[in-house]
């Protein structure tokens, strides 16, 4: 069975750092394409950073460029994403997905597997 889930939510004041885990089982990373999105309330789901586990080619969304980075650990079937300098706009519901890819997929409808989410909120 092929699940995802999310860690390291939690709340922050705004300037802070938190890193967020997405873990899979199932699967392996290899040759997959894996994403970390966000919904805030009233908002649509958004790309926040994606990676290629197979090239290591990364995506950032421009509001989060500078203060975000992705990694992988293939051998831990684990992506992380680790979010600095976060001010209060960052406040969502993070997600870990995952598709068959072997190039940086951006769009969530491409996507198959997705974590069930982990709160981030900032404070101001």
């Known amino acids: 069975e092929v699940q995802l889930v999310e860690s390291g939510g939690g709340l922050v004041q705004a300037g802070g750092s938190l890193r967020l885990s997405c873990a899979a089982s199932?699967?392996?990373?290899?040759?997959?394409?894996i994403g970390w999105f966000r919904q805030a309330p009233g908002k649509e789901r958004e790309g926040v950073s994606c990676i290629s586990s197979s090239d290591g080619s990364t995506y950032y969304a421009d509001s989060v460029k500078g203060r975000f980075t992705i990694s992988s650990d293939n051998a831990k079937n684990t992506v992380y994403l680790q979010m600095n300098s976060l001010k209060p706009e960052d406040t969502a519901v993070y997600y870990c997905?995952?598709?068959?890819?072997?190039?940086?997929?951006?769009?969530?409808?491409?996507?198959?597997?997705w974590g069930q989410g982990t709160q981030v909120t900032v404070s101001s």
């Open positions: 997905a995952a598709v068959d890819r072997v190039v940086v997929v951006t769009t969530y409808w491409e996507y198959d597997y």
């Open positions: 199932g699967f392996t990373f290899d040759d997959y394409a």
